[in-house]
């Protein structure tokens, strides 16, 4: 089956730290994406692992384990505008390139 | 360099009605997907075509929702005999290629079914 589970929402304060897993299970599996999705707007491209590791790009991170079925996303030196819901999608390459998305994570980031 | 594209940004239909949603891709994209988003729920897939082709429409529901993306023009959604749990709403993203390349989002449609 397919499955993509993440938080349903987190808190954090402006300047800190904060780690959003995503634990996937997916047939023909090609790369996880983040997405940012301000309540409203379009889900914007954040990053895309195939490879296992981490790839860093500012303040945002995202890391990946396809043998344990897991990335995350780090986002560092939070700031306000960092409130929105964070998508993790799976990318089933089955038939084409369709994206399997988790049900997001709803994160408020207070000062 | 234009985005994704989708219009209407939001649409009212009554019950019954006909609901046409438009998408089109950023410049140099061949791959349209469209998703489904419905309130407090994540994005769900609904089908995927390329010019003139629907490659997957697993996700789609089996009555009144079909598909397009001609040779010439946008993209178009189009459900029929709308019911209220058809309101959501309505993203299309698009690629310049398949598999492991980046999907682009539009703004969405938000379709509310009165």
């Known amino acids: 089956g397919q499955n993509i589970d993440q938080p349903t929402e987190m808190t954090a304060t402006e300047g800190a730290i904060v780690q959003i897993n995503c634990t996937y299970q997916?047939?023909?599996?090609?790369?996880l994406f983040w997405y940012q999705q301000h309540a409203g707007e379009a889900p914007t491209f954040l990053s895309y692992?195939?490879?296992?590791g981490l790839e860093e790009k500012g303040r945002f991170s995202s890391f990946l384990s396809r043998s344990k079925g897991y990335s995350y996303l780090l986002l560092k030196e939070l700031q306000m505008k960092d409130s929105a819901s964070y998508l993790c999608a799976a990318l089933d390459y089955n038939q084409g390139g369709k994206l399997i998305f988790g049900q997001g994570t709803e994160l408020s980031v207070k000062p | 360099n234009a985005g994704v594209m989708q219009n209407p940004r939001h649409l009212v239909r009554r019950r019954g009605q006909e609901a046409r949603l438009r998408c089109s891709p950023m410049?140099?994209?061949?791959?349209v997907y469209w998703y489904r988003q419905l309130p407090e729920e994540g994005l769900k897939f609904m089908v995927y075509l390329q010019k003139e082709n629907i490659i997957d429409e697993s996700g789609m529901p089996k009555e009144r929702f079909s598909a397009e993306f001609p040779k010439e023009g946008p993209s178009i959604l189009r459900i029929q005999q709308v019911v209220r749990g058809d309101s959501a709403a309505y993203f299309c993203a698009s690629s310049p290629g398949s598999g492991a390349e980046t999907q682009y989002f539009g703004p969405g449609t938000r379709l509310l079914v009165l």
């Open positions: 692992n195939v490879l296992d």
């Open positions: 997916t047939s023909g599996f090609n790369g």
């Open positions: 410049k140099g994209h061949s791959h």
